[in-house]
């Protein structure tokens, strides 16, 4: 069975979460401050971990820092924050995504099952990544929508790669960028229209995009298709997020 | 009058009447002239008691000593009153003492003859010598006088310069120098209006010469002079005026009355008074710049409580939220309820109000931030159907009841703005598109790309705009009349104009009138991109 440490100083925040995860056959371990939290990461060893940044006794940060230093356990950080640099400075200190308070349990089990998935992937070398018609081959580095073959020039196909090996978790412009054209070259606005040729290859309208999601001020997301969105409007509550 | 009186006398200027010119001193105290007469005719009379008792004691002194010791014991009269009362005291008891050693001593007694030539010379000698010795008695007393007052003024002054340095603001400044001037010095001070000269009744006793204003007005146009001397054709007094600093409790000058003198003397006394002013201004500059000091020391505390304060309340209100709005999400998905039509549509709300109470809050915290700090925000390059497809996606849920169309076209140029601001201003524009139209109309959203923006809007079929609403939207906290019944703080639209106009860009509203729909758009400036670079950026 799957384990889930959620580290969060809240009682009502944890005990949703708890009733959550458990609809969904997860075992739920819960810390309601960092060093308790800290401690059950090296002893439970959970298969994903709910991070708060706001603990009574140490900064989220600090924590992520910490597990990070000895695991690869994915981490999603749960924020109040609106700051998008924030953001951005928690992904680089390895959590896998993020989702801002209010949330609803899709969004976070979507984003967690994302985290697990990738982490798997990696341990398995699973080639095939999928999202809705999109299927993406790591190995032979072919992309073809509903069965027929994309060309891609090699800078979109970089692009594609590097958001399918993260397949539902936000990778962020510099990490893109860095990825594409090195880590001096490169910008935000060629970043842009790279993405824009992309999603004219492999969305049904380019306008509006469904796979290649933007997160505004941090970066993009293959989206499987599983958070929601307007056209996901019938599966309600799926998607609450409101960026603060 | 007691010290508050005659504070509560300078504020009320200030308070009441502005514009009107503040007596800062009470009036000197005229003498009337019986005093004055008695004032001048008690050394008299004190140096005729004087030679008196030099007779007697010479009559005295007579019957026991045969010499005649008249001319010299007269001289005793002479020098005392000269140095108590001045000169003219001085020669009262030369003049007085001579008759009074004719009439008594001088043979024939009793009577002013003189029978001796030899008395007629004693007598004009001590006269001389009497005269002189009152002249230099009198001079000594002078300095002496002088000396003694220039001792007192020294001390006042430094009084008054203790004074100033424990002002801590500038209307102690101007109690400091009003108490100066009229305690100390005794004269009359008003303040005059720094606005154009108004010759009306003027109040209080404040009454000040036209030629004073006049001298007044003149010297702040000059703008080069700080201080002129007037006299008052009318009483012949004379008139310091001086200007002074214009921010010092809104007056533009001081007028001091010099009151009746010789030019010499008003001419020192003028010199007195500007140098007192002087310091009391230098003290002014120095108070403006502590008073700044402390004012941004005030202000950044402020900005530091505020901020402390928004971070609470966004922590103390939003967590709970997250809390109900979450365990919506999971309630939801509980088979009990999932399977229950009416429960699933309970909870649907709970969940909703909750997160337009969110929302709220979050109105409210933006709107604070904004007016603590402004807007900051961090220009990158974006595209715009990203900012448009990230807002739509943030108001789903308030979107899902309309019937929602996008019509965006495909090559709008990208435009270097804070992607999340304007998406927040966007959503803000779906949320009102929502809000005030019926469920089941059409949203429509559109993009268009003109020489030098890009344009994003959002139109609606509802309840449209009066000319009045048209002209008030997006002032903070602006709410129509007509739209009491539906919820809301009035702050979202002023969020999203500030938003919008720290991009650079603007925001517009348009409608054909109340139930005619709402067009609401907001321009992003564009800039040329650099093509080549690009090309060859992206060319494999």
């Given amino acids: 069975m799957t384990r889930v440490l959620v580290i969060d100083d809240e009682a009502q925040i944890r005990r949703f979460l708890r009733a959550g995860f458990e609809l969904h056959g997860y075992t739920v371990l819960e810390a309601e401050n960092a060093m308790a939290g800290l401690r059950a990461a090296t002893i439970d060893k959970p298969d994903l ?20 230093s000895w695991s690869n356990v994915p981490i999603i950080v749960l924020s109040i924050l609106g700051d998008e640099q924030e953001k951005v400075r928690l992904l680089r200190l390895g959590a896998d995504d993020y989702v801002v308070k209010p949330f609803g349990i899709s969004e976070l089990l979507a984003r967690g099952e994302a985290a697990m998935r990738r982490q798997l992937r990696s341990a398995d070398r699973e080639p095939v990544v ?19 073959r994309v060309q891609l020039t090699r800078k979109e196909y970089t692009l594609m790669h590097t958001l399918a090996t993260h397949a539902g978790l936000v990778v962020t412009h510099q990490q893109l960028i860095k990825e594409i054209w090195g880590a001096r070259a490169g910008n935000i606005q060629y970043l842009r229209i790279l993405v824009r040729k992309l999603r004219q290859k492999v969305e049904v309208d380019p306008t509006q995009p469904l796979l290649i999601v933007s997160e505004s001020g941090v970066g993009y997301r293959l989206d499987l298709g599983t958070s929601g969105s307007l056209r996901g409007q019938n ?10 | 009058m007691s010290t508050f009186e005659k504070r509560g006398r300078l504020r009320a200027p200030t308070a009441n009447r502005p514009k009107n010119d503040a007596v800062l001193t009470r009036e000197r105290q005229q003498s009337s002239w019986l005093n004055r007469a008695a004032a001048g005719v008690t050394p008299i009379a004190a140096s005729l008691a004087l030679v008196w008792l030099a007779t007697i004691a010479l009559v005295v002194i007579g019957s026991f000593v045969p010499l005649n010791l008249a001319p010299l014991v007269y001289m005793l009269p002479v020098v005392l009153a000269a140095t108590q009362w001045g000169l003219v005291a001085g020669l009262v008891a030369s003049f007085a003492g001579a008759a009074a050693a004719d009439f008594f001593f001088y043979p024939p007694l009793y009577s002013f003859w003189l029978d001796n030539r030899q008395d007629v010379i004693d007598l004009l000698l001590y006269l001389l010598v ?13 300095e002496a006088d002088t000396s003694k007052r220039r001792e007192k003024e020294i001390g006042e002054l430094h009084a008054f310069s203790q004074a100033l340095a424990t002002c801590l603001t500038s209307r102690d400044l101007i109690f400091a120098v009003q108490d100066y001037l ?13 606005e154009p000269v108004d010759f009306g009744p003027a109040v209080d006793g404040a009454t000040v010469p036209d030629e004073v204003r006049r001298e007044a007005a003149n010297l702040q146009a000059a703008n080069n002079a700080a201080a002129a001397t007037v006299t008052d054709a009318g ?25 009746l003198g010789s030019a010499e003397s008003i001419r020192l ?11 009391a201004m230098v003290t002014f500059k120095h108070l403006k710049v502590k008073e700044a000091i402390e004012q941004a020391t005030i202000s950044r505390r402020t900005e530091i409580l505020r901020d402390a304060l928004v971070s609470g309340v966004s922590h103390e209100l939003r967590t709970p939220l997250a809390s109900i709005v979450g365990s919506c999400s999971v309630l939801n998905r509980m088979p009990a309820i999932a399977n229950h039509p009416d429960s699933r549509a309970l909870v649907e709300a709970i969940h909703d109000q909750a997160s337009e109470l969110d929302n709220q809050i979050r109105d409210v915290l933006d709107a604070s931030r904004i007016s603590a700090k402004g807007v900051q925000p961090r220009m990158e390059w974006t595209d715009p159907t990203d900012i448009v497809d990230a807002a739509v996606k943030q108001k789903a849920r308030r979107l899902a009841a309309h019937n929602v169309t996008l019509d965006l076209q495909r090559d709008v140029p990208l435009v270097r703005v804070d992607a999340v601001l304007v998406e927040q201003a966007l959503g803000q524009l779906l949320e009102n598109a929502a809000k005030y139209s019926p469920a089941g109309s059409k949203i429509e959203i559109r993009s268009r790309c003109a020489q030098d923006y890009v344009e994003l809007s959002v139109a609606d079929q509802g309840s449209g705009l009066t000319a009045e609403e048209q002209k008030e939207l997006g002032k903070r906290c602006y709410r129509s009349g007509r739209q009491a019944a539906v919820p809301g703080s009035g702050l979202g639209l002023w969020i999203a104009t500030t938003f919008i106009a720290a991009n650079g860009g603007s925001l517009h509203a348009d409608s054909k009138g109340p139930g005619c729909g709402t067009t609401v758009s907001l321009r992003l400036p564009t800039v040329a991109a650099d093509t080549p670079e690009l090309v060859d950026a992206l060319d494999d």
């Fill in chain 2, 130 to 142: 009497a005269i002189v010795t009152s002249n230099l008695a009198d001079r000594l007393k002078r």
């Fill in chain 1, 235 to 244: 599966e309600i509550m799926s998607d609450t997020s409101c960026p603060a």
């Fill in chain 1, 49 to 68: 971990i709910i991070l708060d940044l706001n603990l009574p006794d140490l900064e989220g940060a600090e924590v992520l820092e910490r597990i990070r």
């Fill in chain 2, 182 to 194: 009229s305690n100390t010095l005794q004269y009359r001070a008003v303040l005059v209006a720094a």
């Fill in chain 2, 235 to 259: 009483t012949g007094k004379a008139w310091l005026v001086r200007i002074i600093a214009p921010e010092m409790l809104g007056y533009g000058a001081i007028a001091i009355e010099l009151g």
């Fill in chain 2, 269 to 279: 006394i003028a010199r007195h008074l500007e140098a007192v002013l002087e310091e």
């Fill in chain 1, 130 to 148: 999928r999202a809705g018609p999109l299927s993406i081959d790591l190995v032979s580095r072919a992309v073809s929508l509903s069965g027929k």
